[in-house]
């Protein structure tokens, strides 16, 4: 079903499935329920000012869980000196050392991991997200997320905003668009995202790619049209390899 032509203002609660912030209202006082699919009319609709905020290094709504208030906090033990291991691996990537550095990535010794740490306005950790590269762990075991991924926007910002983001499943693939300067890279640590922080993204960036893992096509295709019901410009790109596989020369000519 589509929704008129005007533009998102903020979303609400579903009176028919329920749900407490489904519905996505628009300037019109038409709603869109992303649950059920019920198309929203009310006279009595009054817009609201868009919700989010951000800093260089993280965007966040105004619940998101702040350092101490119930995120577990990342291993005490963080510098930057990565072992050849790592080094190695990223490697694969075009990626170097002072890559991960620029982008608040950190080693811990002890734990084996690679950690990638996303900041709050006051500079508080929000989100962190570890790889572990200890010998003998399970590929279902590899990753540790600290706090709650649907509620941070995390992203990595090239040196020029370009009015672009782009959604891929992982840190580095975020960390690699950023570095093209093709658009910012917000990593969805998965292959789908709440309504909540798609309404923050849509609020944000004009244009939103979607470009998940080769065998994730039907979740970019679901994120994209809720994208475009947001009133962003949005399309899938859909290619052999993840994102971090390609070169920043390749990964900027996709994404235009």
Known sequence: MQVPSSHYVRHGPCSVCGSK?????YSNGTGYCFGCGKLHKSKEFTPLGAMGSGNPSN??????????????????????????????WIA???????????????WSPSREQLVYLFHGESNDVVLWQARNFREGTTHKNRFFTGG??????????????TGTAVLVEDCISAIKIAMSGGGTGIPCFSSSMSNGKLIQIANRYNKVDVWLDNDKFNSSCKLSNRLKLLGCESRVIHTSYDPKEYNLFELKEYIR
């Not at 694969?92 to 950190?106: A, G, R, S």
């Open 21 to 25: 912030d489904n519905v996505a209202w």
């Open 59 to 88: 965007e966040q709504s105004a619940s998101d869980t702040k350092h101490g208030g119930g995120l577990r906090p990342p291993p005490d033990d963080l510098d930057g000196n990565f072992p050849h291991k790592v080094v190695e």
């Open 92 to 106: 694969k990537y075009e990626l170097e050392p002072q890559d991960l550095i620029k982008y608040h990535v950190k």
């Open 148 to 161: 709650t991924p649907e509620k941070v926007v995390a992203n990595y910002r090239p040196s020029q905003e």
